[in-house]
């Protein structure tokens, strides 16, 4: 079993429809957990951090729910511009090591 | 204030040969961790490096190995390659050896083919 695991996808939506993504995570030992967004061919960046309870960015919120061990994002009013691939991350328990799952591909359509 | 830079950007080498893969972390960070992200899968870790020293290493056999130098770059180097080796190597950085507080940052990566 990976240690983060997520629906590959893909997600293919209208312009502003709201969708989410869950992912699980196996590793009690996690703290800190992530939600990166990867473009064609490009790095991974930091979309949003979810460090307790649930975190909130604009169209953007994340909840973790630590009983279940895991962790969603939801994109409101869904943009051309917000396809890429969603990677799901746990960090290790000192924090110095991330575990990233094999990512969610959105596709948002006009 | 420059991000991380890895070079070079593209590499092809043939099975069996020994590659060297360079990082240069962001201005004020200190800590290098390299992923290997195979097509279609997320990153893997591979290790970190933190005051020159191998902090911590993922399932990776010794044919990986790396390196940190005083002014915080590192490398990263691949012996006897193989098919599988192909993928693309992010560098991460970061302020300490956990990312949790800072948050780390990526660059743009190698894309290494091995033929």
């Known amino acids: 079993r990976k240690e983060v695991e997520q629906d590959p996808g893909p997600f293919n939506v209208p312009e502003g429809a709201t969708v989410a993504f869950n992912c699980t995570y196996s590793?009690?030992?996690?703290?800190?957990f992530f939600w990166y967004r990867q473009d064609c061919r490009k790095e991974p960046k930091l979309l949003m951090s979810?460090?307790?309870s649930g975190n909130e960015d604009g169209r953007f919120t994340a909840q973790l729910n630590r009983a279940s061990q895991y962790i969603s994002l939801l994109i409101r009013d869904s943009k051309l511009s917000d396809s890429a691939t969603y990677l799901c991350?746990?960090?290790?328990?000192?924090?110095?090591?991330?575990?990233f799952g094999a990512g969610t591909i959105l596709r948002v359509k006009s | 204030d420059a991000g991380v830079t890895q070079s070079p950007t593209h590499l092809i080498k043939t099975r069996g040969q020994q590659v060297t893969l360079r990082c240069s972390p962001k201005?004020?960070?200190?800590?290098v961790s390299w992923y290997q992200q195979a097509l279609g899968q997320g990153p893997q870790f591979i290790f970190q490096?933190?005051?020159?020293?191998?902090?911590q290493r993922g399932n990776f056999p010794d044919r990986f190995s790396g390196h940190q130098f005083p002014n915080y770059s590192s490398e990263l180097n691949v012996n006897a390659l193989l098919l599988g080796d192909s993928a693309l190597y992010l560098c991460?950085?970061?302020?300490?050896?956990?990312?949790?507080?800072?948050?780390?940052?990526f660059g743009s990566g190698t894309r290494l083919t091995v033929v």
């Open positions: 979810v460090y307790s």
């Open positions: 590793n009690s030992a996690s703290q800190s």
């Open positions: 991350v746990a960090a290790g328990e000192y924090g110095n090591k991330l575990v």
């Open positions: 490096y933190y005051e020159e020293e191998e902090r």
């Open positions: 991460a950085s970061s302020l300490g050896s956990s990312g949790r507080n800072y948050g780390y940052t």
């Open positions: 201005s004020g960070h200190d800590t």
